[in-house]
């Protein structure tokens, strides 16, 4: 048997080879910008995370699309997840080395580099698409569909993985094929219904008998309770949700919605507490992507004040733009509104309980 060779750490991570990409365009100027080199690091390590973070939403797409997914399954998909949670974290922290760089030092090499963007980033818009953004809900870039800022192929690419399975899917078909949302004799959604109903009359009351509000500030505040009930009075009307959910005011569906709010109103049950984590893991990735955004907006901002960005948009306007917009698991968020103090909590039967302790949440 011929014996192995040693394993060197230079080869084994092409340690040459990546040392050697690193070419600012400003060496080749009679005027070299020190902090160039800076700028192109930085970004190459965004690219290396970013494909770090695709190979584990791969890993989550291939066990969303199992028709069932397995006990032994959820402790991957949570461990995916807060991979790429850590990550986003290394991520939002590069940007403060980045800002050691100064705006003067930026600008030094900044006409060099135009028009190349960071929207140029092929693989941020592959993660885009795999983690459910829809062309529908992009900001326009430049007055354009997003995916002809690239080459015919790649813009191909991406159009082509607006059509399969991405993990807001994946996510979707998972939660609506939960145990436990039908519940035989036991009407929980109507005893659950009267209790949030209750909740909202309290803030009401509290609301109007404040003595330090004014009462411009008393109707504004009541119009907001008035339309957050009628949002969850459409939680129990399939009619009414499909309308919002045509509005854009929710996208999961009707009983993924339901099984979302079930699972973490529930979360202590033995059956639920794997799914409550990845609940868990699902708001930390989009809140760390909307930081991420939010911080870049204002790295630009810092850096070009108003002027354009390089590519060509409006820069940090954009950017800030695009950090509300393109939030992705924002039902999650919004189903908070409608969760009671556990005390409230409509108790389950004891036979149900039994079975949340001892099932699977195969689904």
């Not at 760089?101 to 900044?110: E, H, S, V, W």
């Not at 006409?111 to 829809?134: D, T």
């Not at 590519?311 to 733009?321: D, F, N, V």
Request: charged share 25%; net charge neutral; glycine share 4%.
């Amino acid at each position: 048997m011929k014996e192995k060779p040693p394993v060197h750490y230079i080869s084994y991570l092409k340690i040459d080879e990546l040392l050697s990409l690193q070419k600012p365009l400003s060496f080749q100027t009679s005027h070299p910008c020190h902090d160039e080199m800076l700028f192109i690091i930085t970004h190459q390590v965004y690219e290396l995370w970013f494909k770090q973070i695709l190979f584990e939403v791969d890993r989550l797409l291939n066990i969303f699309r199992q028709p069932k997914i397995s006990e032994t399954n959820m402790g991957t998909i949570v461990s995916s997840l807060r991979r790429i949670t850590e990550i986003q974290k290394v991520l939002i922290q590069q940007i403060n080395i980045l800002e050691t760089m100064t705006p003067l030092d930026f600008l030094d090499f900044r006409n060099l580099i135009f028009p190349a963007s960071g929207f140029q980033s092929f693989q941020f818009r592959v993660l885009e698409n795999k983690l459910g953004l829809k062309e529908s809900m992009r900001l326009s870039y430049n007055d354009k569909p997003y995916h002809a800022h690239f080459s015919e192929e790649k813009a191909k690419e991406l159009q082509k993985l607006e059509q399969e399975l991405s993990l807001f899917e994946g996510v979707d078909h998972w939660l609506a094929r939960t145990p436990f949302l039908q519940i035989e004799d036991f009407n929980f959604w109507e005893l659950y219904k009267h209790a949030v109903r209750d909740l909202f009359n309290q803030e009401k009351e509290t609301l109007l008998s404040h003595p330090h509000l004014s009462e411009d500030d008393k109707t504004r505040n009541l119009k907001i309770i008035e339309n957050n009930f009628s949002s969850f009075e459409a939680l129990f009307d399939e009619n009414k949700y499909q309308e919002l959910r045509k509005k854009g005011v929710w996208r999961l569906s009707y009983k993924a919605v339901h099984a979302a709010l079930l699972i973490q109103l529930y979360r202590e049950q033995p059956v639920f507490q794997m799914p409550f984590q990845i609940i868990t893991e699902l708001l930390n990735m989009d809140e760390l992507m909307t930081q991420w955004r939010y911080r870049h907006a204002l790295l630009a901002r810092r850096m070009l004040g108003t002027k354009m960005g390089t590519g060509g948009s409006s820069g940090s306007a954009y950017l800030q733009a695009s950090a509300e917009q393109h939030k992705l698991f924002n039902d999650l968020f919004q189903l908070t509104t409608f969760f009671i103090p556990k005390t409230k909590l409509p108790p389950l039967p004891k036979n149900i309980e039994k079975q949340m302790g001892f099932s699977s949440l195969k689904s």
